[in-house]
């Protein structure tokens, strides 16, 4: 499983990248990549972050989750 965090250039998006650091851990997979430069966020056709991605598929957008949303994202794709 693959996890890439959008946005590196506000508060939220920093916390989003935490939090997706502590799901990951919880769930047992690999540690999410943060991606914060522009051109390559656009490429996920995102206009507003933070954002999720899991394998390949943004699963949320323009809002910071909790841990716990997280986890849930991920365990619905385990």
Request: net charge positive; hydrophobic share 40%; aromatic share 2%.
């Amino acid at each position: 499983m693959k996890i890439i965090i959008l946005g590196n250039c506000c508060k939220k998006s920093k916390q989003n990248h935490e939090n997706a650091v502590i799901a990951a851990k919880n769930c047992g997979v690999d540690e999410p990549v943060n991606i914060g430069d522009t051109m390559e966020i656009m490429k996920y056709g995102v206009m507003s972050t933070p954002a999720l991605v899991i394998d390949g598929k943004v699963v949320a957008m323009g809002r910071m989750l909790s841990v716990e949303q997280i986890e849930k994202l991920i365990k619905d794709r385990l």
